[in-house]
């Protein structure tokens, strides 16, 4: 998806996973523009001052978020804390991107809705968050205004680490059992992926909320299945055992959806050409990690 023109940006949560992409890709001269990224150590944002003062101080034409706080059981233990990261935050980000005339991009998540679907969400489905993390990112996205763009995603996978794909194939060449989750399913999305489609949504200015997500619907055992096939190995093979959220050895404090797959409507309306398949990304990486693709 190509982005076209000269644009300055500025990238929260840089040091995250989708954080670091965006940047990459920003800085590596493919697209015309300047990039500013600031990790959560440079810049605090739930200080309002300092967020503004960042802001103002670069000036930039587009602001990504990507600063959050995801750690989804940590959240529902310290609620207060998830509130000002995931909502407050964002409304002061709103505040200053409407000082500079910017535009705010806001990286939510699926988890704002209850997991009680069978079919891809639609971006106009009603949301109703069945924990605290998914309600703080809920509250976010109200905060980053009607005119912002709100992209929300699944299950991301790393560009620039193993992630998942890396500690599958650990545990198939080690030949150590590796107890993976099948009873909840959602869309696998590689930030690889994930990052040229929020540029371009940035760069358009797109108003409301957009799915975003690579294509197919799976569990992380069905994921763990395809990285095995792609490197080769048997993916019915006893090191992958499928569990189910009972099975876990410590309960976990905060509830998760049991589907939360998205459906990319929005995108799709746009006439976007559609994310490719999470399994083509799986492929690709594996033969990254394992040298097949040389």
Not at 9 to 36: E, P
Not at 227 to 254: C, K, M, N, Q, T
Request: aromatic share 6%; charged share 20%.
């Amino acid at each position: 998806m190509p982005v076209t023109g000269s644009s300055t940006w500025l990238v929260t949560g840089a040091a995250g996973q989708l954080g670091r992409q965006l940047v990459r890709v920003l800085a590596s001269g493919k697209i015309a523009g300047d990039v500013t990224g600031f990790t959560r150590a440079e810049l605090d944002v739930t200080d309002c001052a300092a967020v503004h003062e960042a802001v103002t101080g670069s000036r930039p034409d587009v602001v990504v978020n990507c600063a959050a706080w995801t750690d989804v059981d940590g959240c529902e233990l310290n609620p207060q804390r998830a509130q000002q990261v995931n909502a407050d935050a964002v409304g002061f980000l709103r505040e200053a991107c409407d000082e500079v005339g910017a535009h705010l991009v806001h990286v939510s998540t699926d988890y704002v809705f209850n997991g009680e679907a069978s079919d891809p969400y639609p971006e106009h489905h009603s949301t109703d968050p069945v924990n605290a993390y998914g309600a703080s990112k809920l509250v976010g996205e109200v905060a980053a205004g009607p005119s912002a763009t709100v992209v929300r995603s699944t299950w991301l996978q790393p560009g620039d680490l193993p992630g998942m794909v890396g500690r599958v194939l650990d545990s198939l060449e080690s030949g150590t059992p590796m107890r993976v989750m099948d009873d909840r399913r959602a869309c696998p999305t590689f930030v690889a992926d994930l990052a040229p489609v929020i540029l371009r949504l940035g760069a358009e200015r797109v108003a409301g909320v957009v799915h975003a997500t690579n294509a197919g619907v799976t569990s992380w055992y069905g994921f763990a299945q395809e990285v095995a096939l792609a490197a080769g190995h048997d993916p019915d093979s006893d090191l992958l055992v499928p569990i189910a959220e009972a099975d876990l050895d410590v309960p976990r404090p905060a509830r998760r959806p049991d589907y939360s797959a998205l459906d990319n409507a929005v995108l799709r309306d746009m006439g976007w050409e559609p994310m490719r398949h999470h399994r083509d990304a799986v492929a690709d990486t594996v033969a990254g990690l394992t040298g097949m693709g040389s």
